[in-house]
């Protein structure tokens, strides 16, 4: 069964860059699409965007111009960096994996940023 | 961006009861629907996927149905464990969009 684990720091400066990792156990990076989604009361769940083995990467037009999200498939893990970051990016960030039928299973936990000075 | 309309937001019912979640789209997204659960202190489970197929261990009492804008969770016989927060979510246009939940709770 594959898990995913989110870890980074729980508290991030606004107009500094959120780092977050995603740790894959049980099964491989080397297929499938891995996606960070973020949820927020104010905006509930939000899709930030992808990356696929190839290194292909898709972004939530939004959010795109501050948003990279890579793969490390020696490390069976994929990151999140969202830079020049504001109050409005506090939230629970998830990670997920999905395949060609686009439904997303299994997901993180989940793990709280909140941007504050 | 399609905006996805959860109704109700929230729900009771009782073990047993039959009851039915819609989902509406602002526009067509053919069958690029998926449906979750969201239990406290869980993972979100994905329960349904194009609109209609039953994931894999997922519980047959969980079906889906709908095409085009309208859709519908189906839980033909709730069981305790059912009580939960349900998401639906478009996977037609990027940016893929969420519902706000409908939040089923005990009555």
């Known amino acids: 069964q594959v898990y995913l684990q989110e870890s980074g720091p729980g508290l991030v400066r606004p107009s500094e860059t959120l780092s977050l990792t995603c740790t894959v156990s049980g099964g491989s990076t080397r297929s499938y699409y891995w996606s960070w989604i973020r949820q927020s009361p104010v905006k509930g769940l939000e899709w930030i965007g992808y990356?696929?083995?190839?290194?292909?990467?898709n972004y939530n037009p939004s959010l795109k111009s501050r948003v990279t999200i890579s793969l490390d498939t020696s490390k069976n893990q994929f990151s999140l960096r969202l830079t020049s970051v504001s109050a409005a990016d506090t939230a629970v960030y998830y990670c997920?994996?999905?395949?060609?039928?686009?439904?997303?299973?299994?997901w993180g936990q989940g793990t709280l940023v909140t941007v504050s000075s | 961006d399609i905006q996805m309309t959860q109704s109700p937001s929230a729900l009771s019912a009782s073990v047993g009861d039959r009851v039915s979640i819609t989902c509406r789209a602002s526009q067509t997204i053919s069958t690029n629907l998926n449906w979750y659960q969201k239990r406290p202190g869980k993972a979100h489970r994905l329960l349904i996927y194009?609109?209609?197929t039953l994931q894999g261990g997922g519980p047959s009492r969980f079906s889906g149905s709908g095409s085009g804008t309208d859709f519908t969770l189906t839980i033909s016989s709730l069981q305790p464990e059912d009580f939960a927060t349900y998401y639906c979510?478009?996977?037609?246009?990027?940016?893929?969009?969420f519902g706000l939940g409908t939040r089923l709770e005990i009555k």
């Open positions: 979510q478009q996977t037609y246009n990027i940016p893929f969009t």
């Open positions: 990356v696929y083995n190839t290194g292909t990467t």
């Open positions: 194009s609109a209609s």
């Open positions: 997920a994996r999905s395949g060609t039928n686009w439904g997303y299973d299994p």
